[in-house]
């Protein structure tokens, strides 16, 4: 399993890259290996504001659908649109061209609250 130790996450399983204060989101490998063969991925929220823990859109995989959770209170300001084609980019490359949103920051000391990769690691090896 792959945790980038460059990148921090939430109990969600989700990823944050965080530069300046646009931070990109995307689900991790450890979550897209449990969801299974994933093909379709619907985020309708570009341009809305949300709080950090509101869903922002759904991954539905071949036996289920999952709800995605904003890691930090922000803007959606961009979706990965290349997803909308190619929801399996998820499965192939959680952390680079499966991404999912850019989110301008709205507090950065929630930044506090994410896990770093070796308490994501524990999380996830329990």
């Not at 460059?6 to 990823?15: A, F, I, S, V």
């Not at 063969?37 to 922002?56: C, H, P, S």
């Not at 289920?64 to 990965?80: A, H, I, Q, R």
């Amino acid at each position: 399993m792959n945790i980038p130790e460059n990148l921090k996450y939430t109990k969600d399983h989700e990823w944050i890259k965080v530069d300046g204060n646009i931070a990109t989101v995307g689900i991790t490998d450890f979550a897209q290996s449990e969801l299974g063969e994933i093909v379709y991925v619907e985020i309708e929220t570009e341009d809305e504001d949300l709080e950090k823990e509101e869903v922002f859109g759904t991954v539905e995989a071949v036996k289920t659908v999952s709800d995605l959770f904003m890691p930090l209170s922000g803007k959606v300001v961009e979706v990965n649109a290349g997803l909308e084609d190619a929801p399996e980019l998820v499965n192939k490359d959680p952390f680079g061209d499966g991404w999912m949103i850019k989110i301008e920051i709205a507090d950065t000391s929630e930044l506090e609250a994410l896990l770093e990769a070796s308490a994501y690691t524990e999380l996830v090896s329990e």
